[in-house]
């Protein structure tokens, strides 16, 4: 399988603890995103990669949040201090190249913080 | 500020009938429109785009309608099946000096009735 993988697919924490997601895109796309979905909402976006250089975060990306893609190939998304507010699930996608911005995506990293 | 809207949360077609997902969204500046499909535990699945600079297009049941002065856009499913029943998001993408910056909307929750 050469889709987006995401691992854990579920991870229940208490507050205060650190959390980390890793991500790992389709081989031969430059481009990974990480987006987070809560309930009844669509996919906000949070962080982006091109290759290993981060080009943007969001404003929903508190100081408790980092993301790395040390090599350019796979990527991780900590929490630190984690609070009931972060419990959503954390999207990762990776963008085909082409005009239209297509994402491939993982099927998801799900956070819940008691 | 939400720039992508989908209004309506769920909506039940029949089976055989056509099913009529709608989005508007605000910004003027978005290159292409896309839609995802999201089956429950797993993430979104790219189905279908159009470019800012067409009024349709079309792949196979599914086409998608862009109605550039009223900045609306929707997507019709005909014949609709049972294994269309999921959730469908309405997304926008622009492409900035750092890349696609891809935005959401809030879904609609399709249920195809046998």
């Known amino acids: 399988d050469t889709g987006v993988s995401q691992d854990p697919r579920h991870k229940i924490t208490k507050r205060g603890q650190n959390v980390t997601f890793r991500c790992d895109p389709i081989?031969?796309?430059?481009?990974l995103y990480w987006y987070r979905q809560t309930l009844g909402q669509g996919p906000e976006f949070l962080t982006y990669?091109?290759?290993?250089?981060?080009?943007?975060k969001s404003r929903l990306l508190s100081d408790r949040f980092s993301a790395e893609r040390p090599k350019g190939s796979f990527s991780t998304l900590e929490i630190q201090r984690t609070e009931q507010g972060d419990s959503a699930m954390y999207l990762c996608?990776?963008?085909?190249?082409?005009?239209?911005?297509?994402?491939?995506f993982g099927e998801g990293s799900r956070l819940t913080v008691l | 500020d939400q720039q992508v809207k989908q209004n309506s949360p769920s909506l039940s077609v029949q089976e055989g009938r056509i099913s009529i997902l709608n989005c508007d969204y605000t910004?003027?500046?978005?290159?292409?429109f896309l839609w995802y499909k999201k089956y429950p535990a797993e993430g979104p699945t790219f189905l279908i785009s159009?470019?800012?600079?067409?009024d349709k297009n079309e792949d196979g049941r599914f086409t998608v309608f862009l109605n550039k002065s009223a900045k609306h856009l929707s997507l019709h499913i005909v014949p609709s099946q049972p294994g269309d029943s999921a959730v469908y998001f309405c997304?926008?993408?622009?492409?900035?000096?750092?890349?696609?910056?891809?935005?959401f909307g809030a879904g609609t929750r399709l249920f195809v009735k046998a």
């Open positions: 996608a990776s963008l085909r190249e082409g005009p239209t911005g297509e994402l491939f």
């Open positions: 997304a926008a993408s622009a492409l900035g000096p750092g890349g696609f910056k891809t935005i």
């Open positions: 990669f091109q290759n290993e250089a981060q080009l943007e």
């Open positions: 159009i470019s800012s600079i067409k």
């Open positions: 910004n003027s500046m978005f290159d292409y």
């Open positions: 081989s031969e796309h430059n481009r």
